[in-house]
């Protein structure tokens, strides 16, 4: 068994899939050799991933390999529990020095202790950092020492801790060690990531570049485009105007830190037209990103559990036919039916309709929030333990700094508003795309002459709207107040 070298060292990618900006490959690069590794973990606790993040992972792994590969350095996959594998590595391998950068999900955080435990008894030199986040869950506090439950002081309190830091350049690379010792490798195929029966990822493959280069490239369209405009124009489905580089933070390859520093750099150097407004607007998303996780840090079962207790007696209906309406984009309203839609199509929804198809499914159809959570994350290209639970609750009213319950989206009102021409919804509901613009979002209000013209046949080529928005908002806001006065707060 070869002695353990500072000589030889291992870096553990998990959400971190990139060179730039990564401080523990930064740190491991240091070493003669390195072996870059990826676990497929099987962990107690772990969640399963989802089916379109999988899919993205896949491909943000293969770009991950060549980039390496083209530095001499060979990622190896293994499936397993990492408190196993990492430790027989060290062993047969003689590694010195592990590092990896920190998650913040409860399993993961005892998987990760446990094997910093292991690996100090074996003499390695076991080393963590923050690669994920611009201000770390523990460092920011409210006044009297504890955690933070609303947004607005939370990020005051983040931003007055200190600037973000500077991103890290990507290191130079030493080459891999001897591999002949691991005989488990897997090919990047044997994940089983990808959809073959059937094959469903054609507009996932259309909307999405994993990788580096294609999240690098994002982020530039954004700065010479969306960023300009976007405090406003952010609420809008219908234009370009978000960034679209969620599902590149989720699989970590770009970092927050690359993305905030760009952006400032742009305004600062006038690449773009954006004024403080539109960059200090993107500057609060990201955030609302920081926020999910402080939450979700100190709140591990924020994807389980009410955060506010109250809610565990909120009187939640079982509605198969509804929650698969509403799966499929066949509520009949044409707003939420296009998110849907563009959620099942490209892995990705735009954050204003992500608002109003949730409170649709829990406000109009009174189910669980967490049944919406889980269809997101199995369909989100950028399904986030922190981000996805934090916003379903928020928009539920069971979470921190969550939206009032009795905050109930209108679609019909919402879909004009944020999509006045229409063009969101004939883009996702083909159905509808001969409506003129004033009866696209309540087609059941148009005259006969319109609807024949429009070729549409409601109740046959589109349906009628499966809930009334009248009675479905009375009906939540009687739920709400039959909550018993200590927990409802009223």
Same mark, same amino acid.
């Given at each position: 068994m070869p002695l353990p070298s500072r000589s030889v060292a291992l870096h553990w990618f998990r959400q971190d899939l990139r060179q730039d900006d990564n401080p523990a490959l930064s740190a491991a690069a240091e070493s003669d050799a390195l072996l870059t590794l990826f676990i497929d973990e099987i962990s107690t606790g772990h969640r399963p991933r989802g089916g379109a993040s999988g899919w993205f992972l896949h491909h943000a792994l293969a770009s991950l390999a060549e980039s390496l590969a083209a530095k001499g350095n060979t990622l190896v996959i293994l499936r397993g529990d990492p408190r196993e594998i990492i430790p027989n590595l060290v062993s047969d391998l003689g590694i010195g020095r592990v590092t990896w950068n920190r998650r913040y999900g409860a399993a993961e955080r005892e998987t990760d202790a446990a094997i910093k435990s292991v690996l100090k008894t074996q003499g390695v030199d076991a080393q963590s950092f923050n690669g994920h986040l611009l201000y770390e869950p523990m460092e920011v506090r409210s006044q009297a020492g504890g955690p933070m439950r609303v947004f607005t002081p939370f990020w005051k309190a983040a931003r007055a801790t200190r600037p973000p830091h500077a991103p890290l350049p990507a290191p130079a690379l030493p080459p891999s060690p001897d591999l002949a010792p691991i005989t488990e490798r897997l090919m990047l195929d044997e994940l089983d990531l990808l959809p073959t029966k059937p094959d469903w990822a054609g507009g996932l493959r259309d909307t999405w570049q994993p990788g580096e280069a294609g999240a690098r490239e994002k982020l530039l369209a954004f700065i010479e485009g969306g960023l300009d405009g976007y405090g406003d124009d952010r609420n809008r489905p219908d234009k370009p105007s978000t960034s679209m580089l969620s599902a590149h933070l989720a699989v970590g390859d770009?970092?927050? *830190?690359?993305?905030?520093?760009?952006?400032?750099? $742009?305004?600062?150097?006038?690449?773009?037209?954006?004024?403080?407004? %539109?960059? $200090?607007?993107?500057?609060?998303?990201?955030?609302?990103?920081?926020? $999910?996780?402080?939450?979700?840090?100190?709140?591990? *079962?924020?994807?389980?559990?009410?955060?506010?207790?109250?809610?565990?007696?909120?009187?939640w209906?079982?509605?198969? $036919?509804?929650?698969?309406?509403?799966?499929?984009?066949?509520? +009949?309203?044409?707003?939420? %039916?296009? +998110?849907?839609?563009?959620?099942?199509?490209?892995?990705?929804?735009?954050? *204003?309709? *992500?608002?109003?198809?949730?409170?649709?499914?829990?406000?109009?159809?009174?189910?669980?929030?967490?049944? +919406?959570?889980?269809?997101?994350?199995?369909?989100?290209? %950028?399904a986030d333990p922190a981000n996805n639970a934090a916003s379903w609750q928020w928009v539920a009213g069971s979470g921190a700094d969550a939206a009032p319950y009795f905050r109930i989206f209108n679609p019909i009102t919402q879909g004009e508003k944020f999509d006045p021409d229409g063009n969101f919804v004939r883009r996702f509901v083909p159905e509808l795309k001969l409506m003129p613009a004033e009866f696209i979002h309540r087609p059941w209000d148009a005259p006969a002459h319109i609807l024949a013209r429009a070729g549409l046949k409601l109740g046959e080529t589109y349906p009628r709207p499966i809930v009334s928005h009248e009675m479905a908002r009375e009906r939540a806001l009687e739920a709400f107040k039959s909550l018993p006065p200590a927990a409802s707060g009223l």
């Open positions: 770009i970092s927050i *830190r690359r993305i905030w520093q760009m952006v400032e750099m $742009a305004r600062t150097t006038g690449q773009t037209r954006a004024d403080d407004g %539109d960059v $200090a607007k993107f500057f609060s998303e990201l955030g609302w990103r920081e926020f $999910a996780y402080h939450l979700l840090f100190h709140y591990p *079962r924020l994807a389980s559990e009410n955060y506010q207790p109250k809610f565990e007696a909120f009187p209906v079982k509605d198969e $036919a509804g929650l698969k309406a509403w799966q499929q984009g066949r509520t +009949g309203y044409p707003i939420v %039916d296009a +998110g849907m839609r563009q959620l099942w199509q490209t892995g990705f929804m735009h954050n *204003r309709v *992500r608002m109003i198809t949730a409170s649709f499914l829990i406000k109009h159809l009174m189910i669980d929030w967490r049944e +919406g959570e889980s269809w997101f994350w199995d369909t989100l290209c %950028d």
